[in-house]
């Protein structure tokens, strides 16, 4: 089991071949906390172009929405310059989130002010 430190800096990959995407990051924190998170993506599914009904239907076999964030949940966010939402992070507590960005790759920061024009929801694993 590695710890969330282990993730910092980890480059962003889209692809996942020389880093890890946002998803794969949640994948990981999850299992910093030994917890199993299936490859459905829920970023990559809400951006492609599924109507808001089919992405409702696929993220809700794995993923529950709440209305506040608890930790270690998922949350999902639109990229600067998006219309809809195709990331996601994880909230770990204190106003923070753990994701990766092409610009830093892995990075634990604050949650609000910054991102809460970008939050779509937050998403608790159900399996």
């Not at 020389?18 to 990559?44: F, H, P, T």
């Not at 949350?75 to 092409?102: P, W």
């Amino acid at each position: 089991m590695i710890s969330y430190n282990e993730l910092i800096g980890i480059p962003f990959d889209a692809d996942n071949i020389n880093g890890k995407n946002c998803y794969e990051i949640l994948r990981a924190v999850y299992m910093c906390n030994g917890i199993y998170v299936s490859d459905i993506n829920i970023a990559e599914c809400s951006c492609k172009d599924f109507t808001d009904k089919e992405v409702d239907l696929q993220v809700s076999k794995y993923w529950e929405k709440i209305t506040r964030p608890e930790i270690i949940c998922g949350v999902l966010m639109k990229s600067y310059g998006q219309r809809f939402a195709n990331h996601i992070g994880v909230f770990i507590g204190k106003n923070r989130i753990i994701h990766t960005k092409r610009e830093t790759g892995c990075i634990i920061e604050s949650m609000l002010p910054k991102y809460k024009n970008k939050i779509n929801g937050f998403y608790k694993f159900i399996g």
